[in-house]
C-alpha cells in the first residue's frame, strides 16, 4: 500500500531544502539585524481566533480553513500568522513588557485553495510585527526591509505598492462610497460580487471577474475616504520611503483579502521566475485595532508575511553565493591564530570574513578568496605577526596596502562602506 501526501502538501527533499535554508537565514539575519525576536506559536488555534480578527466574511475564512472538532473544541490550522502572535502578545501582556515589541516568526499555514503554481495547500510564510508603534516611519522601514531582502537574494523587477484604508471609520465610509457606486452597476457584476455588496464589498476589488473589474474601473478612491489623520499618515509613510528612496507605486484599488488592516496596506510582487498569476511575494500592513479586538489594551500594530515557495520560485535558479567580503589568508601557525582573532573582531562588526585555515600556498588562498568573490584578501606570515601588520590585498582595485594590526579592522570597514555607498 502506498500512500501519497495529501492534495497541495509538498515534501521539501535534500536538494531543495538548502534554497529553503538560504532564504530563511537570510530572513533570520535581517529580521536580528532590526531588532526582531522570534516567537513559535502552535499551529492549532481555536477557529473563533480567525473567524473574529480575519473576518467571518473573507475567502479565508469562509472557503479555505482547515478545521476540526476535539471534544467541545472547535480548532483550525492557522491560515496564517499574525492572529496567533497577536493572541500569544495579549495572553502573555508582552504590551506591559515592552513599549515597543518587534516580534518575527516563521513556518507553515494552511489554507484550502484550488492549488496550482505558486498556490499551495500547505504554506510557509515568514513575518515581522511591531507591536506599539503608531507612526509610519516603521511601515516604511517594513517595506525598506523587505525591498533590501529580495535584492540581496537576487530577485529583480520588484513591484512595490502601498494604499492606505485609513482608520476603522474611514473604512466604513469607503464602503459606503464604493456601495453607492456599485450599486447602480449591480447587474453587470458577477454573482459573486453581487452577493458581496452588502456584507463586504471591499472584496469587489480583489475580484479577478472581468465584468467586476470593469465595473469597478471608476470606482472611488480609499484616499477619498480618508480623514485629516490619516492623510497625513499616509503622507508620511510616502515621505519616509521618498527618504529611503525605497521605489513604491500607489495603488488605490490595493485593498488586500483580510479585515483586520486600517491605514498603511502594502504588497510586494515580482514577474520574474516562474511565479505566472501567484506573483505576490509579501503582504502586509496596519491593524491597529486587533489587539484590542483580541481583549487588549489599545495598541497599535503593523506587519507583512512573505510566502517563502512564491519567493524560491522568484529566486535565480543558482543561488547567489554571498560573496565573503574578507578572505584572510594566513601563512604557518602564528598567523592562523592572528587570523581567527582578525576574523572574530570583523564578524562583530557585521563583515562577512572567512579564515583559510587548510595551510595551503599563498597562491591557492588568492585562487580561493576570488572564487568566492571577495573584495579583500588579508594576507599574514610570521613577519607580519612579528611587526604587528597585515597585508591587505584589493582584490577589485589590484592594489596592496601595508595596515598597522591596530588600525587594520577600521580600514577593512571604511573600504567595505565605501563599495556599499559608493
Ligand atoms: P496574505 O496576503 O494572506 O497576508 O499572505 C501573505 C503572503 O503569503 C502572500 O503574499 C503569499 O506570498 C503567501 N501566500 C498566501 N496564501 C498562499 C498559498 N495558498 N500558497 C502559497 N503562498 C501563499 C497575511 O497572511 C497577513 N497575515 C500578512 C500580515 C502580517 N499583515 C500584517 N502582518
Known amino acids: 500500500m502506498q500512500f501519497r501526501a495529501v492534495k497541495g502538501m509538498n515534501d521539501i527533499l535534500p536538494g531543495e531544502i538548502e534554497r529553503w535554508q538560504q532564504l530563511e537565514h537570510s530572513f ?9 525576536s522570534e516567537v513559535r506559536t502552535p499551529q492549532l488555534e481555536p477557529l473563533a481566533l480567525f473567524q473574529r480578527s480575519i473576518g467571518e466574511t473573507t475567502e479565508v475564512v469562509e472557503k479555505q480553513m482547515f478545521s476540526l472538532e476535539r471534544g467541545r473544541e472547535t480548532l483550525a490550522l492557522r491560515p496564517e500568522g499574525t492572529a496567533s502572535i497577536v493572541r500569544a502578545y495579549v495572553n502573555h501582556s508582552l504590551f506591559a513588557k515592552q513599549p515597543v515589541s518587534r516580534l518575527f516568526y516563521l513556518g507553515p499555514m494552511f489554507r484550502a485553495e484550488q492549488p496550482q ?48 484604508l485609513g482608520d476603522a471609520q474611514a473604512k466604513e465610509r469607503y464602503k459606503d462610497l464604493l456601495k453607492a457606486y456599485l450599486l447602480p ?18 472584496r469587489i476589488l480583489d475580484s479577478k471577474d472581468p465584468a467586476d473589474i470593469e465595473a469597478t474601473a471608476g470606482a472611488p478612491s480609499t484616499l477619498d475616504a480618508l480623514s485629516d489623520g490619516d492623510r497625513e499618515h ?46 505576490a511575494l509579501v503582504g502586509g500592513g496596519r491593524y491597529d485595532g486587533l489587539v484590542r479586538e483580541l481583549g487588549g489594551p489599545d495598541v497599535p500594530a503593523t506587519g507583512f508575511a512573505i510566502g ?29 591564530h592572528e587570523a581567527l582573532r582578525i576574523g572574530r573582531e570583523l564578524r562583530a562588526r557585521g563583515i562577512v570574513a572567512e579564515v583559510d585555515g587548510r595551510g595551503g600556498s599563498l597562491k591557492s588562498m588568492l585562487r580561493r578568496a576570488n572564487a568566492l568573490g571577495a573584495r579583500l584578501c588579508l594576507i599574514l606570515g610570521d613577519e607580519e605577526v612579528k611587526s604587528g601588520s597585515v597585508k591587505l590585498k584589493d582584490l577589485t582595485e589590484h592594489t596592496q596596502t601595508d595596515a598597522p594590526r591596530t588600525q587594520l579592522i577600521e580600514r577593512v570597514t571604511q573600504i567595505l562602506a565605501a563599495e556599499q555607498n559608493p
Not at 533570520?28 to 526582531?36: D, E, H, M, T, V
Not at 458581496?196 to 464589498?201: A, E, G, S, T
Request: include cysteine; charge should be neutral; glycine fraction near 8%.
Open 308 to 336: 517563502l515557495e512564491r519567493v524560491l520560485l522568484a529566486m535565480p535558479e543558482a543561488p547567489q553565493q554571498r560573496a565573503a567580503s574578507c578572505y584572510i589568508a594566513p601563512i604557518g601557525e602564528p598567523a592562523l
Open 28 to 36: 533570520i539575519r535581517l529580521a536580528k539585524l532590526y531588532g526582531y
Open 234 to 279: 499616509f503622507n508620511g509613510l510616502c515621505a519616509a520611503l521618498d527618504a529611503m528612496g525605497t521605489p513604491y507605486r500607489v495603488n488605490t484599488k490595493l485593498v488586500r483579502g483580510l479585515d483586520y488592516y486600517t491605514r498603511t496596506l502594502f504588497e510586494i510582487s515580482s514577474d520574474k521566475g516562474a511565479l505566472g498569476t501567484q506573483n
Open 185 to 202: 452597476r449591480a447587474a453587470t457584476l458577477s454573482e459573486h460580487a453581487r452577493q458581496r455588496l452588502q456584507d463586504n464589498p471591499l
Open 117 to 164: 503554481r505558486g498556490r499551495y495547500r500547505q504554506f510557509h510564510q515568514a513575518g515581522c510585527e511591531i507591536f506599539g508603534d503608531p507612526g509610519p516611519a516603521c511601515d516604511a522601514e517594513l517595506v525598506d526591509m523587505l525591498v533590501l531582502l529580495f535584492q540581496n537574494l537576487g530577485i529583480s523587477n520588484l513591484s512595490v505598492e502601498v494604499n492606505s
